[in-house]
């Protein structure tokens, strides 16, 4: 039997990402991770905190990928509105749950704080969403079907998002080897593109980028889930750039 | 007469985001001049390197906002398709742009190499294109109607929005302002909804941070293109703030 391909796409909803006031950290984290767990992420959309964007955008990427991850949007105020977004999406109500309302009290007592109706506002999800904890700061994230719901802030989103890997199912880690060369893409591209057609099911990239001292380096990377052929191709490779004459 | 809306779409074209191997640094570069610009940057898809997702995502995008900015895969090497794949959206053919041709070799010979065939794999265009120059590496990008082609590594991406910004139109620049407060969010949510509901025009995001001493601060940031009603807002939130008790 073939095994299954998992794929992913990641929604980050947020304004301060798009207007640039925030440097996003969350797509890196969760490539890496989900490359770990041998799911391919095929595609990420940043989206403003609009909710007709938000509902159009996670049905179109839940129904195509097997995994969607969303950020942000979470929290107590007026511009979190994720939680309602996604119950939309799925037509259903947004209802308290009484489990988040627990952990966020819980939570809030501990930090010798007030109750708030704001604070319960983070406890209202789809009616069958199934919690995500956050060891963080209590208000936790949610499952619904496919879809998982995380906050923006990175280390919030990390807590959650090791919850929510518990729930994945894993195919063949996504490995990648990498070689430095003291080489620019030019010189290069020929072999390396004759190298990608003998090996077609191994990913070829070259990234190019200058050092300090004004030189160019190139990297190139070989990724796939067969470790043996990766390592074979290497070392083809590192026999290719062995001939070429700067 | 109202003022023309001007927004847009970021495309960032790159395995290397999708897998983790790269942090993204172009969407917050780009997403700071637009707003400087006065153009909303609506949306940003971070797409793989495949044809296909290339032409679809940019004909899309390129229908629905003033203007569309593509990063990555116009370099020399085989995984660098951009340049096709937007020639193929726009029904053009693949040509030999020959100011390219002399700029790339110029340089080249500039930098004591040989010219070699994949050099000149980066003056091929689509037949309408306009060249944007790179000040830094030579090898231009393009522009084709609303359709801005850059590079993917971000100083020569950024030289080259020099040159793309040159032909933008531009709106009133979106202005805003920063509130840092020693305060977590549930202690502000309500107050600052009533706030956005009272000052619809502008867009109103709270931002929570943990610093270094663990305690929460928010960040309140208040957006729009009229520099009187921010102020007079600002005023307004300042006051709120100081009458909350922790």
Same mark, same amino acid.
């Given at each position: =039997?073939?095994?299954?391909?998992?794929?992913?796409?990641?929604?980050?909803?947020?304004? $301060?990402i798009?207007?640039?006031?925030?440097?996003?950290?969350?797509?890196?984290?969760?490539?890496?991770?989900?490359?770990?767990?041998?799911?391919?992420l @095929? $595609?990420?959309?940043? +989206?403003?905190?609009?909710?007709?964007?938000?509902?159009?955008?996670v @049905?179109?990427? *839940?129904?195509?990928?097997? %995994?969607?991850?969303?950020?942000?949007?979470?929290?107590?105020?007026?511009?979190?509105?994720? /939680?309602? /977004?996604?119950?939309?999406?799925?037509?259903?109500?947004?209802?308290?749950?009484?489990?988040?309302?627990?952990?966020?009290?819980?939570?809030? *007592?501990?930090c010798?704080?007030?109750?708030?109706?704001d604070?319960? *506002? =983070?406890? %209202?999800?789809?009616k069958?969403?199934?919690?995500?904890? @956050?060891l963080?700061?209590?208000?936790?994230?949610?499952? +619904? $079907? @496919?879809?998982?719901? =995380?906050?923006?802030?990175? %280390?919030? =989103?990390?807590?959650?998002?090791?919850?929510?890997?518990?729930?994945?199912?894993?195919?063949?880690?996504?490995?990648?080897? /990498?070689?430095?060369?003291?080489?620019? $893409?030019?010189?290069?591209?020929? &072999?390396?593109?004759?190298?990608?057609?003998?090996?077609?099911?191994?990913e070829?990239?070259? %990234? &190019?980028?200058?050092?300090?001292?004004?030189?160019?380096?190139?990297?190139?990377?070989? *990724?796939?889930?067969?470790?043996?052929?990766?390592?074979?191709?290497?070392?083809?490779?590192?026999?290719?750039?062995?001939?070429?004459?700067?």
């Amino acid at each position: =039997m073939q095994p299954e391909t998992l794929n992913a796409a990641i929604i980050i909803i947020g304004n $301060e990402i798009l207007s640039g006031k925030t440097q996003d950290l969350n797509v890196q984290f969760l490539a890496l991770q989900l490359a770990d767990l041998g799911i391919r992420l @095929n $595609e990420v959309r940043i +989206i403003p905190d609009i909710s007709e964007d938000i509902i159009n955008t996670v @049905n179109k990427l *839940r129904k195509k990928y097997t %995994y969607v991850f969303t950020t942000g949007g979470i929290g107590p105020t007026h511009d979190d509105i994720t /939680a309602k /977004a996604i119950a939309d999406a799925f037509n259903e109500e947004l209802l308290l749950n009484e489990d988040a309302k627990s952990i966020i009290e819980k939570h809030v *007592r501990e930090c010798d704080k007030v109750i708030r109706e704001d604070h319960i *506002r =983070m406890a %209202y999800m789809p009616k069958s969403a199934n919690l995500l904890l @956050n060891l963080e700061t209590g208000a936790p994230g949610f499952r +619904i $079907e @496919n879809v998982f719901v =995380m906050a923006g802030v990175p %280390y919030i =989103m990390q807590s959650i998002f090791m919850e929510a890997k518990k729930l994945l199912k894993q195919g063949k880690p996504i490995l990648s080897e /990498a070689i430095e060369i003291n080489l620019s $893409e030019g010189l290069i591209a020929k &072999p390396f593109a004759d190298l990608q057609n003998k090996y077609p099911t191994i990913e070829m990239g070259s %990234y &190019p980028f200058k050092q300090q001292d004004k030189k160019w380096k190139t990297n190139l990377v070989l *990724r796939g889930d067969d470790q043996e052929l990766i390592r074979q191709v290497k070392i083809e490779l590192l026999e290719i750039i062995g001939k070429i004459k700067d």
